[in-house]
């Protein structure tokens, strides 16, 4: 059974393991531009995301409350603009299944509480970001609905 609940403090240590592990799969798959073993956030970062309503982290826990996977998400909405209109938008930051834990759909009850979430805040989507370097996330969010919103391209020099 996967319980979804929102982060708390006590998470930040689970939460760093699990953001080495996002980093690896960036490294190994674009070394040239993710330096690897990182985390994008320190404890003292993490408890500021934490206590902010805009930015909810949820976790993924097992039975005895450990993390087994996160979902770093933002709220955003542009008001205003004269080209996007004023959607409400929940962004994922960053999901993570721990690398044990794959395959026992710890990835599907996180992203299906953050779709539930997003609608019950009154959000007009949910969007993300996945590098091409790591297809099995692709094929996870196409297994779960997403479709291209758009496209970034490089061309290294």
């Known amino acids: 059974m996967n319980n979804v609940r929102r982060a708390t403090n006590k998470d930040i240590k689970r939460i760093l393991e699990l953001l080495v592990q996002v980093d ?3 490294h190994n798959g674009r070394p040239d531009l993710f330096k690897g073993p990182a985390t994008k956030y320190n404890s003292e970062e993490l408890e500021k995301i934490l206590a902010q309503e805009d930015t909810p982290v949820f ?3 097992d039975e005895n409350d ?3 996977g996160h979902a770093f998400c933002i709220h955003k909405q ?4 004269s080209v996007l209109t004023d959607i409400k938008t929940l962004y994922i930051d960053d999901i993570c299944v721990d690398e044990a834990a794959r395959g026992k759909h710890v990835g599907t009850a996180l992203y299906d509480y953050v779709i539930d979430y ?3 805040s009154g959000c007009y989507n949910v969007t993300l970001n996945v590098w091409s370097c790591n297809p ?4 996870f ?3 779960m609905g997403l479709v291209p919103q758009k496209i970034g391209m490089e061309k290294i020099l």
Not at 136 to 139: D, L, P, Q, S
């Open 141 to 143: 969010y196409e297994a």
């Open 66 to 68: 450990v993390a087994l």
């Open 136 to 139: 099995t996330a692709m094929k």
């Open 59 to 61: 976790v993924c826990v």
């Open 24 to 26: 690896m799969v960036h």
């Open 118 to 120: 997003a609608r019950k």
């Open 78 to 81: 542009i008001k205003g603009d």
